[in-house]
């Protein structure tokens, strides 16, 4: 694998949805990374599984649920059917990590495990080969256009290694206050998702930004991860 781009729509306009996507699409993006918040485990609320099925008819990229709400397991499903292909769950919302994991896979869906800034790596260490990949929050959730928090840097860096030593190849995300001058970094650090909001979104040309941040992020690719 190299970098896949995840343009984040939470940073979109959401009565011209379609027209977001087909422009990210249209500028290399790779998966479409969708923000479910649900007013609990963040203070924010966004999009449900309605939203997914209608975005659905209008792309065939892959759909990247990132969930974070409280007790994801009673909505996978749900998810799933609108047209996940793959779903992140919070570590910090689930005691049965292992069996939600297993409960995404079996509903045909890749499961991702993400931890929040304040969240150590150490909470993966039991799960570390049984995901299809782990996003690292480098802001935290609720919100687009925050400011990147530079630890998460190193973090990427340990996640990465975390899953080299239980032989696990699954890719690290990386999802918070990414753009086109710190994207380099985190690709170094073993990045290989990458998602963006306000970077792809708040820009007059999204097709272009997408264009230019995927640019930005292959360049920095100096081994295959
Ligand atoms: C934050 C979300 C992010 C957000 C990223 O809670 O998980 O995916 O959309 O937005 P930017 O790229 O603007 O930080
Ligand atoms: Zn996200």
Known sequence: MSVLIAPSILSADFAAL??????AERGGADLIHVDVMDGHFVPNITIGPPVVKSIRRVTHLPFDVHLMIEEPDRYLDSFAD??????????EVLPHLHRTIHAIRALGVKPGVVL???TPIVALEEIAGDVDYVLVMSVNPGFGG?????????????????LDRAGNPAPVEIDGGIHQQNVARVVAAGARIIVAGSAIFHTPDPERATRELKAAALGAVTSPA
């Open 18 to 23: 379609g027209m977001a996507i087909a422009a």
């Open 82 to 91: 609108a047209g996940a292909t793959m779903i992140s769950v919070h570590v």
């Open 116 to 118: 929040n800034p304040a």
């Open 146 to 162: 925050q400011t990147f928090i530079p630890r998460s840097e190193s973090k990427v860096r340990e996640v990465r290694a975390l």
